[in-house]
């Protein structure tokens, strides 16, 4: 659900497969978007089907078949920082006159594309931790001055207050706490941190991540 794209050359492209598990077949297109998030996490789409070349941009897939979908970036060839993009899968509606209602639930997901200039690193610094206005809550603010985008998933944080006491937060439960875990090349952004019970805001916080 999430890969790299280089801007040019063998590695500029990449296929998807879209398995229907369905009983029918289904409908399917393909859409095409550039991200960014501000520093407090707000997310902006822009159309972007220019910047992609996608084979077939719409499908039908037979009920138990496999769609292979070739995704290649088109864009600029000269990248400075990460590029982020969405690439929708998302299902058609279509008329079914046997329905019983008129009902319809459709499926539709998203795919996280990054093109990444060669030779890229990251380069994540912890500007600042301190308790939030909201009890309980951390404000943290992260920088990223690389030209690749800093992926927070899978990292592992560890926090330690003025007492020496320690609270880490990693796997699912720092995802399930993070929106949008992604700083942008050349980007900042404030996390609100959950702090655990017990865990004292009311002097320094020091926070490493790995």
Known sequence: MSYELAPTGSGASTV???DN????????EVV???RSWDEAGQETRTPAEDDFVVLPPQMVVERGKTQAVRIQYVGEPVVNDTAMYVIGINQVPVVDPNAPTGVQFVINFGTAAYVVPAGAKTE???VSVKAASEPG?????LENTGSRYAPLGNTTWTFTNAAGAKMELT??????TLVASVVPSHGRR?????AAKNF???GPVQLTIK
């Open 16 to 18: 998807l497969r879209v």
């Open 21 to 28: 598990t369905t009983d029918r077949p289904i409908t399917l």
């Open 32 to 34: 095409v978007e550039k």
């Open 124 to 126: 994540l610094k912890v």
């Open 137 to 141: 809550l951390m404000d943290v603010l």
């Open 171 to 176: 796997g699912d439960p720092l995802r399930e």
């Open 190 to 194: 404030l996390y609100k941190i959950p």
């Open 200 to 202: 004292d805001l009311s």
